[in-house]
């Protein structure tokens, strides 16, 4: 190994403290609680249905219309979000029609970290003028929020973004997706709506978001030099066990 590549090793390994992984709470003190609704409009009559909750946990509401219905359920644990949507329309309604499910997640992120969302929602039918998925959030503490959407003609939209969640901060997801048409919607559509919370890849001691042979020689250097980012067990002291420790999240990858 040459000279260099040592000191760079060495060098990355003082620059580069693992963070720990996002965790959130549902939590109602800013945003109220969270929501999900299934909503179905046929240009005569409009139904809609709430599921109000602080917790983790499963929901699921359906929404009826002249033959026709919207239906949304929601996994909601301390890993991840899964949403899933299903629309099914018979061709009655007359004039401006919409059948959508909206998510509204309430919490607050205990510990910071990224997380991706993952939206998409397949039409397959007819007389519709849009097929739209929608993200957004709000940070209730900073003030910020974003918004990402994708509207498409027909068929399949989808979108994907990744966002960072700032520890101690109240949020709302607010996601949906939706078909609407002004005149003879018919057919039916399926889409999820996926939130991961991303555990950090500790093997990756450069950051650069692969696990090789850089990160073991970064660990190896850390290691041999008495570095106290190769205590990976974190009891204090830096020995075999640690570097088997390590070589097995190595190994792992991410
Ligand atoms: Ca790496
Ligand atoms: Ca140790």
Avoid at 208 to 236: E, K, M, P
Wanted: proline share 2%.
């Amino acid at each position: 190994m040459k000279m260099s590549s040592v000191v760079m090793a060495a060098m990355a390994v003082g620059a580069t403290v693992a963070a720990a992984g996002p965790t959130w709470t549902p939590d109602n003190s800013v945003f109220g609680n969270s929501n999900i609704i299934a909503a179905a409009y046929d240009g005569f009559v409009y139904d809609q249905k709430d599921a109000f909750f602080n917790a983790f946990g499963d929901y699921t509401r359906t929404a009826n219309v002249g033959g026709g219905s919207s239906a949304q359920s929601l996994r909601w644990s301390p890993d991840a979000a899964e949403s899933d949507f299903a629309v099914s329309v018979n061709g009655n309604g007359v004039g401006y029609e919409y059948y959508h499910g909206r998510t509204y997640l309430n919490f607050v992120a205990v510990e910071g970290g990224e997380y991706e969302v993952n939206l998409s929602f397949d039409w397959q039918g007819s007389g519709q003028d849009s097929v739209v998925v929608h993200f957004r959030w709000f940070d209730g503490d900073s003030r910020q929020s974003e918004t990402v959407r994708r509207e498409v003609p027909s068929g399949r939209a989808s979108l994907t973004y990744t966002g960072t969640l700032v520890a101690g901060h109240h949020y709302e997801f607010y996601y949906y997706a939706e078909v609407a048409g002004s005149g003879g919607l018919s057919g039916s559509g399926t889409g999820s709506g996926d939130i991961t919370l991303h555990a950090p890849c500790l093997a990756d001691l450069n950051g650069d978001g692969v696990v090789n042979t850089q990160d073991f020689l970064t660990f190896l250097n850390a290691w041999a030099s008495g570095n106290l980012v190769a205590d990976w067990d974190r009891n204090g002291t830096i020995n075999t066990l640690d570097f088997l420790a390590y070589l097995n999240e190595w190994a792992a990858g991410c």
